[in-house]
C-alpha cells in the first residue's frame, strides 16, 4: 500500500509539474546516487506506525516527504516558495487504486536551497476474521461448596 500511495504522490506532482509550459521535471522515489538533473523531485517514505485502533481496525499513520531541487541559482528561495503551494495544491488529495486519499499535516522547510515538504495520508486497514488466530478450546471443571 506504501508503493501505491507513493506511485498516487508521483502522479500528482507529474500531472501539476510536468505541462507543455514548464520545462521536464524528473521525479525519483529511490536514492538518488549522482547525476542529479535539476529541477526535480525525491519522494520518500518517512514513517510508517500502524497501531490497533479497535476490534480488527488498525490504523495506518503514513509521513512523505517530497524533496525539491531547484534549478533556480539566482533565486531558488522564491522558486522553492512557489513549488511548495503547487504541493500544497496538488498533493491535498491524491488517487489511490482509483480511491481518494486526503493529504493531511502538510508542512515544509527550506534548508541549504532545497525544499522539503511532508504530507502525511493516514487511513484504516480491517482484518478479515481468516487473518485472526483463535486460541484453542479449553475445559473447566467447576465444583460448588455448599
Not at 3 to 27: M, V
Not at 85 to 99: A, F, K
Amino acid at each position: 500500500m506504501i508503493n501505491d500511495i507513493i506511485d498516487g504522490i508521483i502522479s500528482a506532482i507529474y500531472d501539476e509539474f510536468n505541462t507543455e509550459q514548464t520545462p521536464t521535471y524528473e521525479i525519483y522515489s529511490e536514492d538518488i546516487k549522482q547525476g542529479l538533473t535539476e529541477p526535480c523531485f525525491s519522494v520518500v517514505a518517512v514513517t510508517n506506525p500502524v497501531e490497533l485502533f479497535r476490534d480488527r481496525r488498525y490504523e495506518s499513520r503514513n509521513s512523505f516527504c517530497v524533496h525539491y531541487f531547484p534549478l533556480s541559482s539566482t533565486e531558488p528561495r522564491t522558486e522553492c516558495l512557489d513549488v511548495r503551494d503547487r504541493l500544497t495544491e496538488c498533493l491535498e488529495y491524491i488517487e489511490v487504486d482509483g480511491d481518494k486519499l486526503m493529504g493531511t499535516g502538510m508542512n515544509s522547510t527550506i534548508d541549504d536551497n532545497v525544499l522539503s515538504f511532508v504530507v502525511d495520508y493516514n487511513f484504516f486497514i480491517r482484518k478479515d476474521e481468516q487473518d485472526l488466530t483463535n486460541m484453542e478450546t479449553i475445559t473447566i471443571d467447576v465444583e460448588t461448596e455448599e
